[in-house]
């Protein structure tokens, strides 16, 4: 049975009719036809659905969408533009990180809300942090030279 739900998404509010127990990824991307987060595993183990909701990394396949209402989420498309990127996004660019790019999203949006909250994280917690994200393509040394590289920026 539909609900409404409101919350913001990218400093707008929507308000959607919607189950739910449906998961937030659904609604972002099929509902509001947001390009990213991206479906990986459907079990939160790769980090491709991550969004910031409430200054969290989250991952929004597991979220029920009911579970965001009144939380203000951020997609990776809420981060910057391509003329003023993001520092996680602008870090991402400058080492040329994207293979495929199918992970990206979980990596920048995990990376951006812990730099966010402290950008001068340690070389093990800048690990620890990224250490349940998936990337097929073997990017992982470019993503960590992005991730330190934006938190130098952002310190």
């Keep these: 049975m539909a609900k409404r739900i409101s919350f913001e998404v990218n400093g707008r509010t929507r308000r959607l009719d919607v189950d739910p127990d449906m998961p937030l990824l659904y609604a972002l991307r099929n509902v509001l036809a947001l390009d990213n987060p991206k479906f990986g595993c459907g079990l939160a183990q ?3 659905c991550t969004v910031i909701m409430n200054g969290e990394a989250t991952r929004s396949c597991v979220t029920p969408v009911s579970a965001a209402a009144g939380s203000k989420i951020r997609t990776i498309e ?4 391509p003329d003023k990127p993001h520092p996680v996004q ?6 040329s990180v994207p293979f495929c790019g199918y ?5 920048v949006m ?3 809300a812990a730099l966010e909250k402290n950008p001068r994280l340690s070389e093990a917690e800048i690990r620890q942090t990224l250490a349940g994200l998936k990337c097929r393509c073997g990017s992982h040394m470019a993503m ?4 330190r590289r934006a938190a130098k920026e952002m310190a």
Excluded: D, K, Q
Excluded at 144 to 147: E, G, H, K, S
């Design 144 to 147: 960590l030279r992005a991730v």
């Design 78 to 81: 809420g981060l910057g533009t």
């Design 103 to 107: 992970c990206i999203n979980g990596w």
């Design 46 to 48: 790769c980090g491709a």
């Design 90 to 95: 602008a870090a991402f660019i400058a080492e």
């Design 110 to 112: 995990t990376a951006t």
